[in-house]
């Protein structure tokens, strides 16, 4: 048996410390340091909030009413608003599992709001009843605490208990956040018996870093099954090993979101626990993420998730196809649009379905799980081989690391394979699906093919390259007026994307941003659309732009690529601590010919230029012929990821980019 937690470190430096600070503040009292607005506003200069402490501890009970373990979090956090944006804090989140078996119960919960009246300190305390609870998908609700009477100088403490059932989502806890946060501190008591696998990540370092052995001694119940019902069977006295876990920081500043960020929660300093196993005495180990062997028998053993694709071959024949297929393609088509058609996802991201597949089918709607699991038994019904791909959002962030893992999933797509040729991806929640597309949510690095003999790596990037072409047949007049026509052309994952937009708004709206932009009168609008394989969308329309040129004196005045124009670097930081990453990979292209009038003559034109960085290009050209100036720009990236190293030089690079673009045409009007 083992006698503690299996633990790994990335991304920090342990710091071990053995001495036991004091508690940083006393709940239900303020002193006159904490309540000083410009002492902290001092201190921190432009942030929004700050959080003086944040404390929490987890351990292990068995619950006699359930007969089951159960963990104990206890928290107390206060912090202090600063500003008006900081006012956001006074509404606070308390997060908590609810699935079909159960619910994790919200327990104790207390908390005042200090405000400064004159000389005197005002406490008010909260109504637990004026909560209200939201959805946040994956069978996890977000209970809200309103803070009444909330304003800059406001002192916000809250104290709440959670009594869990459910040990495979023992408590994470997050040590930074996007305020700083002068104390934080989570100790864990975990009795031998139970065992997890641990995971740091961030760019931080623990002040404290303790484990303590101690004993610990509970009296349980073991239940057995009996001709499928579940009975007491002996009671145990167990005295066991614990390992006590303490761990510290203190004054971790605040990480700002910085453009292009997939998920900051990705990088703020955090801990997470997975649980491994189970050895209880007389009892056979239960091993879940021992291997990825365990996962996939726990997922497929699962009601949720294993019988209901079981199940769903029997509801997914609800679903006629219309004779034979001349192609397995064809028959992929049938299948993804069928399920789309007749299945609206509900917006819940979910890796195990909460329905059986008959109620899904006749309600008509289902979560992510419910409507790829009914997609598996719709094509595996039609003779072909497909399998569920867990996966994980990039709302619900990066994987840890490529550890065994069940609780980190929140997602579910279909791999379909075809003798001799690529798998395809498929993703039957989106409007508009087309074979070998995944929606921008579900690409997230890897995703687990999930099946008894396969069980392997699936690689989400492989289908996200974007091809956007941009043309304008333009005449300018002496007035400086601009009309003409445009051309779009969207190619692959771009034409994807803007196919599950236009599948919810107006044809019309995709233009509503040019015309924001540049003040022209739209006429004449068409789209055409292709899905096949390689989708794509063309946008054409008439446009008149009055007055776009600037006059001065006998000249006008344009911008070198006109309305499309770079005009501001979006990395401004200083310094990046985690990488940039671009939604997808791509090509774009903007084309203007823009005729000029006979007495109009070109009396400054740019030079031509082109740069290149790592796997991102540009190239910028402005030529003359006869009457028409011809005005060119591609730029190109072949990856998504450019890591924190290099962000300097990228950063250059684009400054570079729009410094090359940013010059004007003169236009002298004889």
């Not at 100088?153 to 930074?176: H, K």
């Not at 091809?467 to 779009?488: A, F, P, S, V």
């Not at 730029?635 to 684009?654: E, G, H, L």
């Amino acid at each position: 048996m083992k006698s503690s937690a299996i633990f790994f470190f990335a991304c920090i430096l342990l710091a071990v410390f053995t001495s036991r600070s004091e508690t940083p503040f006393d709940f239900g009292r303020v002193s006159d340091e904490e309540i000083d607005l410009e002492y902290y506003r001092a201190k921190y200069p432009g942030e929004p909030a700050v959080i003086i402490a944040d404390i929490a501890d987890s351990k292990f009970t068995f619950n006699n009413s359930s007969r089951r373990f159960q963990y104990i979090f206890n928290r107390e956090i206060r912090l202090i608003i600063l500003d008006e944006l900081g006012l956001g804090y006074g509404d606070f989140p308390i997060y908590y599992y609810q699935g079909p078996n159960g619910s994790e119960e919200i327990q104790r919960l207390r908390g005042h709001i200090y405000n400064r009246e004159g000389n005197r300190v005002r406490r008010t305390r909260i109504n637990q009843r004026a909560g209200y609870t939201n959805d946040a998908g994956n069978n996890i609700k977000e209970f809200i605490i309103p803070f009444p009477e909330v304003r800059p100088g406001s002192i916000i403490e809250l104290r709440y208990q959670i009594a869990s059932d459910f040990l495979f989502n023992m408590r994470s806890w997050r040590f930074q956040w996007e305020i700083p946060v002068e104390h934080s501190e989570y100790v864990v008591n975990l009795p031998s018996f139970f065992n997890y696998m641990a995971r740091f990540k961030g760019f931080f370092e623990l002040d404290v870093n303790e484990q303590q052995p101690t004993i610990e001694t509970f009296r349980y119940t073991q239940q057995i099954q009996n001709y499928g019902q579940k009975i007491d069977g002996q009671t145990y006295n167990l005295t066991t090993p614990s390992t006590r876990f303490r761990w510290v920081t203190k004054d971790l500043p605040g990480m700002k979101e910085e453009p292009f960020t997939d998920n900051i929660y990705n990088y703020l300093g955090h801990i997470y626990f997975e649980m491994v196993s189970e050895e209880f005495p007389d009892m056979e180990p239960k091993h879940y993420t021992t291997t990825w062997q365990d996962v996939s028998k726990h997922m497929m053993d699962r009601d949720e998730f294993g019988k209901y694709l079981q199940d769903a071959a029997m509801a997914s024949r609800h679903f006629v196809p219309p004779g034979t297929f001349n192609s397995e393609i064809e028959a992929i088509r049938w299948a993804l649009n069928e399920i789309s058609s007749n299945i609206t996802w509900d917006e819940d991201a979910a890796r195990y379905a909460d329905k059986t597949p008959s109620e899904v089918v006749n309600r008509g709607f289902g979560n992510s799980a419910e409507i790829n699991l009914m997609l598996v038994a719709l094509l595996r019904n039609l003779n072909l081989q497909a399998y569920p791909v867990v996966t994980s959002t990039v709302d619900n962030g990066e994987l840890f690391s490529e550890s065994p893992t069940i609780s980190q999933w929140d997602y579910v797509v279909v791999q379909v394979r075809i003798p001799g040729k690529e798998p395809i991806l498929l993703d039957a929640t989106v409007h508009h699906p087309i074979p070998g597309y995944l929606p921008q949510r579900a690409i997230n690095g890897r995703g687990r093919l999930i099946d008894p003999q396969l069980n392997e790596w699936v690689n989400l990037e492989s289908n996200i390259n974007q091809e956007l072409t941009k043309k304008y047949n333009l005449r300018l007049d002496e007035m400086g007026n601009l009309n003409g026509e445009l051309n779009y052309q969207y190619e692959g994952f771009g034409a994807y994307n803007l196919m599950q937009e236009l599948a919810k708004n107006n044809d019309e709206d995709i233009l509503k941003s040019f015309a924001r932009k540049t003040g022209a009168a739209i006429s004449n609008f068409n789209i055409e659309k292709s899905d096949t394989l390689n989708p794509k969308i063309t946008v054409n329309a008439d446009i008149f732009i009055p007055d776009y040129a600037q006059s001065l004196g006998n000249e006008l005045i344009i911008p070198a690529l006109l309305f499309e124009t770079l005009e501001d670097n979006p990395f401004t930081a200083p310094d990046r601590l985690y990488p940039i990453t671009f939604p997808h990979t791509g090509t774009n292209r903007i084309i203007f010919e823009i005729e000029l009038p006979e007495n109009m003559k070109v009396s400054h034109l740019p030079d031509s230029k082109k740069s290149a960085w790592g796997r991102f290009s540009y190239e910028y050209i402005f030529e003359k012929e006869n009457n028409k100036l011809i005005l060119q720009a591609t730029n190109q990236n072949t990856t998504r990821i450019v890591n924190a190293s290099r962000y300097n030089s990228f950063r250059s690079f684009m400054e570079r980019m729009i410094n090359d673009n940013a010059d004007n045409i003169l236009l002298e009007v004889r």
